[in-house]
């Protein structure tokens, strides 16, 4: 079978498009998915879960049936999909990047992908992932995932599967979700756009505790149309999910045509809080500056984020502990030391520790809530360091700065997690050996539409995103 490259360079939004006007079939695009994947993903390995016949026996199910007379926002015609290996499709394995659970196979979907799924979503694969989490996407059940841009290098995680895929052209859109920076940071690093939304903004799996507003599901896309058609998609209040919202009144997508940039933005390389790597500063801050050119102020602001590393490392202890603390004593052996080390530390933890974490992040909001009150974005680097090579677990020095645990270097993310926020990594340019960097653009909370608006008029700006999807490039 050959490779249909007209379809693969479709961008999410053409190929619904397509399918609603029944030009293409969700069967042409997962033939043209398939095809693809066989050319690179033995290259790539971001997705090793495939279940494609099973997929093309759904489109034909859902092509005898009679589309809406009225598309709801983000209907999605029958597109294919990734799902995430965090995220159960009924029938199919959720290994979790884990022996432990490497035969697990799910009874049923979970509140995300059955979200999508009812929204015409066709789902044919599972992205790749880390062991329970992590920003670099290997594990011992499907090995490591690699940047096509560069393929010694990461693809970043725990979404690294996902972004992966959509930069070498095997998906239009695919399922991520997000604690410390998983939607974000992989986004960076294979020159894609991922949004880590409001909590709530997307319905999250019955696995998850169900009042945590640490992690949350959010789309990824290969620019931001597209990212805004499938937040539409997902933009589903869930009876399971009790944080989850309402469909906003005016779609996502409607942000992307708002052509009014912000008045008044602000730019940190670092937050004030570690080191970043001068070549990703550099690039970010002169990115942030091309807001100039619409019209916007931008100025060296930001709030204070003072103690939010250790707030954080205390918070994802925590939830660590109440996710997986139950398999340490019989699997102990089988759990990536990392991961040993994140459940024990959560363990550990005192109620006047745990106290003062919720104390911190109470007083961080607000004091983030207070900038947002002079200022319409906030801007920073979304990783600290450029993509490194696959086979280091992370970054242990950052220039002249030892690291201390294996996720000091995403500092840039997690911190903003505990806002809340919403926070999308845009494209905004590679450095010298041609590695991608993003931009993070951070909004009040519950202000996705404000961070998708203004990333839409970036992206114009920056030029980057025709550049996908990219044949693997073995340097």
């Not at 594990?139 to 841009?149: D, E, I, L, S, Y």
């Not at 204070?304 to 994802?316: G, M, P, Y």
Request: hydrophobic residues 45%.
């Amino acid at each position: 079978m050959g490779v249909n490259n007209e379809l693969v360079r479709l961008t999410a939004t053409e190929a619904v498009a397509r399918l609603r006007r029944r030009e293409i079939s969700p069967l042409d695009l997962i033939d043209a998915a398939a095809a693809r994947i066989e050319v690179v993903d033995g290259k790539v390995n971001a997705l090793p879960i495939r279940f494609i016949d099973t997929a093309r026996a759904t489109a034909r199910r859902f092509m005898a049936q009679k589309p809406p007379q009225d598309p709801p926002p983000g209907w999605l015609a029958g597109l294919p999909i990734a799902a995430k290996d965090y995220n159960d499709v009924a029938g199919q394995r959720t290994t979790f990047g884990s022996p432990i659970f490497a035969d697990a196979v799910a009874p049923a979907n979970d509140h995300t992908v059955a979200t999508l799924e009812a929204i015409g979503a066709i789902f044919m694969a599972k992205s790749n992932v880390p062991e329970f989490a992590g920003s670099n996407t290997f594990n011992t059940v499907f090995g490591a995932t690699r940047n096509p841009w560069n393929l010694k290098m990461t693809a970043g995680g725990s979404s690294g599967g996902a972004a992966a895929a959509l930069a070498s052209g095997t998906q239009w859109l695919a399922m991520g979700s997000d604690l410390g920076g998983s939607l974000r940071i992989p986004a960076s690093y294979c020159s894609v756009v991922g949004l880590r939304p409001s909590v709530g903004r997307a319905p999250r799996g019955a696995g998850l505790p169900a009042f945590d507003s640490l992690w949350v599901e959010g789309p990824m896309a290969r620019n931001v149309p597209d990212l805004a058609l499938m937040l539409d998609a997902l933009s589903v209040q869930h009876p399971h999910d009790p944080l989850s919202l309402p469909a906003p009144r005016v779609p996502f997508t409607a942000a992307v045509r708002q052509r009014r940039p912000p008045r008044r933005v602000g730019f940190t390389p670092n937050m004030a809080l570690s080191n970043v790597d001068p070549e990703v500063a550099a690039i970010c801050r002169a990115a942030a500056h091309r807001f100039t050119d619409l019209g916007t102020a931008v100025e060296d602001a930001a709030p204070d984020f003072s103690n939010a590393i250790d707030t954080f490392q205390t918070l994802r202890g925590l939830l660590f502990a109440a996710l997986r603390g139950d398999l340490l004593a019989a699997e102990r052996p089988r759990i990536n030391p990392s991961i040993v080390w994140n459940i024990e530390k959560g363990l550990k933890l005192t109620a006047d520790e745990i106290i003062r974490a919720e104390r911190e992040r109470s007083a961080l909001y607000h004091r983030v809530a207070a900038f947002f009150d002079q200022y319409d974005l906030l801007m920073c680097p979304t990783v600290a360091v450029p993509p490194y090579p696959v086979e280091q677990p992370y970054p242990t020095r950052i220039g002249d700065q030892q690291l201390t645990s294996y996720i000091d270097w995403m500092f840039l993310t997690f911190v903003v997690t505990l806002t809340g926020c919403p926070a999308l990594s845009l494209p905004c340019g590679f450095t010298k050996d041609g590695l991608p960097v993003g931009l993070q653009i951070i909004g009040p909370s519950h202000a996705d539409s404000a961070v998708i608006a203004a990333a839409s008029l970036l992206e114009q700006v920056f030029g980057i995103a025709s550049r996908l999807p990219i044949d693997p490039v073995p340097a």
